[in-house]
């Protein structure tokens, strides 16, 4: 299970931790098997990767260097990762678990790049049991809340301009699973004409959340009195 999982590998990651001077920044976030350290020190990072990498296979899991990236070289088992960057212009974001991270400033967006290609519809599923209309209500806004991320819109990790372009993402993100719903549900009632108000309630309800979220993380800095979005 997930949390079985995520006890072994925490206790995977204390024996992993290298030693870092007391003035240098070492940060590790994993969610389950997905690791993203931050560091000032690269002697420390790679470390940190090279401990990581025989302890997985002490434990029979290998790190899939197809899916891992830095953004400086790095080199796992004689392969070398993928680089991420400025000087990487087809790559220059860091994908981390449905986020898109910057390594030169550290700034956060909603990834949407990750859904390129594929189908939209294998990630909705309907309710037809009992009221499909309400369940999908309930889970787009649902989706909103869940991916209304603090770090999106936190003004002392994101510029501005960031913010605002993590508020339209998110927005798109629930329009296009919302599109996808109201087909399903035209395709088992037959019929389109009487979803137009039942949309647009939807619609008000999840830009709600997503500008209430935004606004609440824009308040502690300085310019949130300027920026605060109200829907209309």
């Not at 020190?41 to 990767?49: G, H, N, Q, Y």
Request: net charge positive.
């Amino acid at each position: 299970s997930p949390l079985m999982l995520s006890l072994l590998y925490d206790d995977l990651e204390d024996s992993c931790m290298p030693a870092v001077a007391e003035n240098e920044i070492f940060q590790v976030f994993r969610l389950v098997d997905d690791w993203m350290v931050v560091s000032e020190s690269r002697p420390a990072i790679l470390s940190f990767v090279r401990q990581l990498s025989e302890a997985h296979q002490e434990f029979g899991c290998v790190i899939n260097v197809a899916k891992s990236a830095c953004n400086f070289p790095v080199r796992i088992r004689g392969c070398l990762m993928q680089q991420v960057g400025k000087q990487h212009p087809s790559k220059q974001l860091l994908s981390w678990c449905g986020l898109l991270i910057d390594p030169e400033t550290v700034e956060v967006r909603l990834d949407l790049e990750r859904y390129k290609g594929s189908r939209v519809t294998s990630m909705v599923t309907m309710e037809y049991s009992r009221d499909p209309g309400s369940f999908l209500r309930a889970s787009i806004l649902r989706l909103a809340r869940l991916r209304a991320h603090p770090f999106l819109f936190d003004a002392r990790i994101n510029s501005k301009h960031v913010v605002l372009e993590n508020v339209v993402r998110l927005c798109i993100f629930c329009a296009s699973r919302l599109h996808v719903g109201i087909v399903q549900l035209c395709q088992w009632r037959r019929t389109a004409n009487s979803y137009g108000r039942f949309v647009c309630s939807i619609v008000v309800s999840a830009v709600k959340a997503i500008t209430s979220a935004a606004n609440a993380r824009m308040k502690v800095s300085h310019y949130a009195t300027n920026t605060a979005m109200t829907p209309t």
